[in-house]
C-alpha cells in the first residue's frame, strides 16, 4: 500500500479565477492577529537567521548614513558661512545626547519596539494608546519622508549627472514616482537578504565619501584664499565670536535631517546575533552588539558632517546651493565631479543613487514592521493591514501623492522629514527620563531631562521655522487616528481573546452537568454580597424562566484595561457566599463572555445557556460605554458577537434576557 503525501487533485473541481488568484497572491504571508510582521516568505523569529552588529548597522546606515546625499547642501543653504559651527552642535548633541538616549532604549526595549514601545508601558489605557497613536504618525511622517525625499534626491544626482540623457531634464517628479513604484515592485515581489545588500552598498559608499573628503580637505587646504573668504565672511557677517556661536546654536534645528537613523537603529535589534546564552528576558549580547552599532554609526557620521560641512561651504559657491543651482541637494556630488572628474564624479552618483533607494526601502520595511505591530493588536486596523501588499500598495500611493504635491523637491520635504525625526527622539529622551526616575536613578533622571529639553527646544524651533512639517505630520496623525478609530468600532462584535484557559476548580464546577445543558447567569462584580446574589438567582429564576432543576453559575467579567484588544483569558473557579462563580478579566465584558461560552462549549460538549437582566439606560450612552468602558449594553452585544463568530445557530449558545 502506497502513503501519499497529499490527496490526488480532484479534476472536477472548479479552478479558482482570476479574482481569487489576484485575492490570494495579495494577501500571502497574512500575519497572525498579534500583528508580527515576519515579510512575504518569511520565517518565524526563532528561526530567523542573525547577523554581526557591523551588519546590521550597514542595514540602519542606508537610512543614516545616505543623509550624506543631501545633508551638507541642506545645512549649507540653511545656515550659510555658519553651517561648520551649526554642524558641530549636531555632532555634539548627537554624541552627548541621541547616542546616550538609545543605548538606554536598547536595554530597556530589546525586541525591536523601540521607544514607542516604552512609553507604550508607562501611559496604559486609552491614553497610553492615543499617545501610540500619535507617536504612529510622526513615524509615518519620518519613514515616509523618508521614502520620498531619498527618491526625489536620488532623481537630482541622476539629472544633473552630466552624462545623463536630454530628456530627463525637468522630469524630476516622473523619474522620482518610477522609484518609488519599483521600490514597491521590489516589496511586492518579496524582501529578503537586505542586511547583505546593504553591506555593499554602504561599504561603496562610505569608501567613496572617504576619496570625496580627503580630496576636497586637501583642496581646502592647499587654497587658503577659499578658506580665508570663508573665515572672513564667518567674522565679518556676525559680529563678535559669542554671537557666532549663539547664532549657531539658533541654526542648529534646521540640520536636524542628520539626526536620523536612530529609531531605526533599534528597530532591528532582532536581527542581531547575541552571546551563546542570550535568553529572550535577558539578550546581554545583543544589547551590547546594538551599542555597538548605535556607538560606530554615529562616530562615523559624526566625522563625516564635520567634514562635508566644511569642505561644501568653502569650496562651493553660495548661489550654487540655492534651487536650481547644480549643487542643490547635491553638494557632496558636485564636488566629486569637480576635483575628481566626471568618470568618479558618474560612479560617486549611481553609488548615491542606489544607496539612497535603497533608504526608501528601508523606510518601508520600517513601516512595514511597525504598523503590523500595533494597529492590530489595537484592533485598530482592518484585517488586510496584516498582509504586506496591501500596505506596500497604500504606502505607495501615499508616496506618489506626496511627491506631486512637492513637486520631488528636496528641500520643501525636509521640515517634514525633521519633524518626523525630532519628535520621534524627543519622546525616546522623555521615555527614558521617566524610566530613570521610577527606578530612582536621580542622576540619569536629571542627564536625561537636560537632554529631554535640548530635543524639545530643537523641535520646537523647527516646528516655528518650517511650520510645513507639522502640517503634514497633522496629516498622518489624523488619517491613522480617524482610521484606528473606525476599525476599532467595526471590529468591535469580532472576539478578542487569544486564547482561554478554564483552571481546575471551573472544570469541576461545570463536571455535575453530565447531559447539559450548562446554565451560567451574567453578573456584576460590584456587587459581592450574598443579598445581590440571590436577587440575581431569584430573577433569573422567576423572569428569565431559568429551569429550577438546573444547578446555575454565577460569570463574572472583571474589566482591567479596556483599551486592550486582544487578551488571554484565565477563568477561574471561585466560591463565595455558598455559589459557585466564573471569574475572569477581560477588557470588553460582552465579548470575554462570548469567548468563554465557546470555550465552554468546545470543551465539555454541552450547549451553554446564560442569562441576562435589560441593562438600564440610555442605548446610546450604553454603546459609547461599551466601545471605550468595555460595559454598556451587554445581553444583546454579547448575543450579536456569537452571531458573527458562530454562523450555525443549531451550534450558538442560547442568550436569555428578561
Known sequence: MTTMSRP??????????????????????????????????AVSDSHLKKHPWWQVMCLTGVDYFSTLGYQPAIAALAAGVISPLATLVLVAVTLLGALPVYRRVAGESHRGEGSI????????????????????????????ITMTLSAADATAHAIENPFAPAWMQGQNVAVTLFLLALLGAVFLRGFKEAIGVAVVLVGIYLGLNVVVVITTLFEAFTHPVAVGDWWLALTTQHGSPLMVVGIALLVFPKLALG????????????????????????????????????TTAAVIMSAFLITTSFTTVVLIPAQDFEPGGPA????????????????????YDLSTIAILWFAGASAMAGLLNLVPRYLPRYGMAPGWARAVRPLVLVFT??????????????????????????????????????????????????????????????????????????????????????????SRIRRSFELHATHVHLDRQALEFMSSSLEGPISLIAHEPLRLSAEAYRDKLTSAIEVSHLPLDKQALFLEVIVDD???FETALEVRGVTRHGHQILEVHGPVVPNTIASVLLHIRDVT??????YFRWTEGNPVVNLLRF????????????????????????????????
Open 8 to 41: 490526488p487533485a480532484d479534476h472536477s473541481a472548479m479552478r479558482p479565477g482570476p479574482r481569487e488568484n489576484f485575492r490570494s497572491w495579495l494577501l500571502f504571508g497574512l500575519q497572525d492577529a498579534k500583528g508580527i510582521h515576519q515579510g512575504p516568505g
Open 117 to 144: 514601545a516604552m512609553l507604550e508601558r508607562l501611559m496604559p489605557r486609552w491614553g497610553g494608546k492615543l499617545l501610540v497613536l500619535v507617536l504612529l504618525g510622526f513615524a509615518a511622517t519620518d519613514f515616509m
Open 259 to 294: 539626526l536620523s537613523g536612530f529609531e531605526t537603529g533599534v528597530a532591528v535589534m532582532p536581527q542581531i546575533k547575541g552571546r551563546p546564552g542570550d535568553t529572550e528576558d535577558q539578550p546581554v549580547g545583543r544589547i551590547e552588539g546594538t551599542r555597538r552599532l548605535l
Open 328 to 347: 542643490n541637494g547635491r553638494a557632496l556630488a558636485y564636488l566629486a565631479h569637480e576635483y575628481l572628474g566626471n568618470g568618479f564624479g558618474t560612479v
Open 397 to 486: 500611493a501615499v508616496g506618489f501623492l506626496i511627491t506631486w504635491l512637492f513637486d520631488a523637491d528636496v528641500d520643501a520635504q525636509g521640515g517634514a522629514y525633521a519633524t518626523g525625526v525630532l519628535v520621534l527622539m524627543t519622546s525616546a529622551a522623555v521615555a527614558v527620563t521617566l524610566s530613570a526616575r521610577r527606578r530612582q536613578q536621580r542622576k540619569r533622571t536629571v542627564g536625561f531631562g537636560i537632554i529631554a529639553v535640548v530635543f524639545i527646544y530643537t523641535t520646537v524651533a523647527n516646528i516655528f521655522e518650517r511650520p510645513e512639517g507639522i502640517r503634514i505630520a497633522s496629516f498622518f496623525i489624523l488619517g491613522i487616528i480617524v482610521i484606528s478609530l473606525l
Open 562 to 564: 479596556s483599551s486592550d
Open 605 to 610: 460538549g454541552l450547549m451553554p445557556h446564560i
Open 627 to 658: 466601545l471605550f468602558l468595555g460595559e454598556g449594553e451587554i445581553a444583546p452585544v454579547t448575543r450579536e458577537v456569537l452571531r458573527e463568530a458562530e454562523p450555525d445557530v443549531t451550534r450558538r449558545p442560547w442568550v436569555h434576557v428578561g
